[in-house]
C-alpha cells in the first residue's frame, strides 16, 4: 500500500492526483489486476472524472454547490454538514482495473482528490492487488 500526502489550499478543490496513483501502480510492479484509490476522511472524496479540460473540476464544484447544502440548517453543530454530504455523494474510493501495469481508464480520464472542508493536510491510500 501506498500513502500519498495532499496539502489542500482552499476550503473546496479538485486536486488531479492521477500521476501519483500511476506512479504507485507503476512501483508496485503488479501486472494484472486492481488499484483501490481511498480517502479515509469523512469531509473529502475521490472521483474518476475528464482532465482534458481544466473547467470540469470548477463545474463540479459549481454543480455540489448548486444542490444548496449551504443553505440548509443541520443537527450537526461543527459546522462543515455540506462537506459530509458532498463527500458521501461523491464517495470516498473509486476502483481502476490494471492491465499491463496500466490503469485502464479512458482516453480522457483522470483521478481526482476532492477536498470540501479545507484547507487541510489529507491522505490517500493506493492499494495495488
Given at each position: 500500500?501506498?500513502?500519498?500526502?495532499?496539502?489542500?489550499?482552499?476550503?473546496?478543490?479538485?486536486?488531479?492526483?492521477?500521476?501519483?496513483?500511476?506512479?504507485?501502480?507503476?512501483?508496485?510492479?503488479?501486472?494484472?489486476?486492481?488499484?483501490?484509490?481511498?480517502?479515509?476522511?469523512?469531509?473529502?472524496?475521490?472521483?474518476?472524472?475528464?482532465n482534458?479540460?481544466?473547467?470540469?473540476?470548477?463545474?463540479?464544484?459549481?454543480?455540489?454547490?448548486?444542490?444548496?447544502?449551504?443553505?440548509?440548517?443541520?443537527?450537526?453543530?461543527?459546522?462543515?454538514?455540506?462537506?459530509?454530504?458532498?463527500?458521501?455523494?461523491?464517495?470516498?474510493?473509486?476502483?481502476?482495473?490494471?492491465?499491463?501495469?496500466?490503469?485502464?481508464?479512458?482516453?480522457?480520464?483522470?483521478?481526482y482528490?476532492?477536498?470540501?472542508?479545507?484547507p487541510?493536510?489529507?491522505?490517500?491510500?493506493?492499494?495495488?492487488?
Amino acid at each position: 500500500m501506498k500513502k500519498i500526502s495532499v496539502k489542500t489550499g482552499y476550503k473546496e478543490e479538485v486536486i488531479d492526483v492521477t500521476r501519483e496513483v500511476l506512479r504507485a501502480v507503476y512501483e508496485s510492479k503488479i501486472e494484472n489486476g486492481i488499484c483501490c484509490i481511498y480517502t479515509p476522511h469523512t469531509t473529502a472524496a475521490i472521483t474518476i472524472n475528464e482532465n482534458a479540460d481544466p473547467d470540469v473540476k470548477s463545474d463540479i464544484l459549481k454543480g455540489l454547490l448548486h444542490l444548496g447544502f449551504e443553505k440548509m440548517r443541520f443537527d450537526h453543530t461543527e459546522g462543515n454538514s455540506p462537506a459530509h454530504l458532498k463527500s458521501s455523494i461523491i464517495g470516498c474510493s473509486e476502483n481502476v482495473i490494471i492491465e499491463n501495469n496500466e490503469l485502464c481508464l479512458g482516453t480522457w480520464q483522470g483521478i481526482y482528490f476532492c477536498e470540501f472542508d479545507g484547507p487541510r493536510n489529507r491522505n490517500i491510500y493506493v492499494k495495488v492487488i
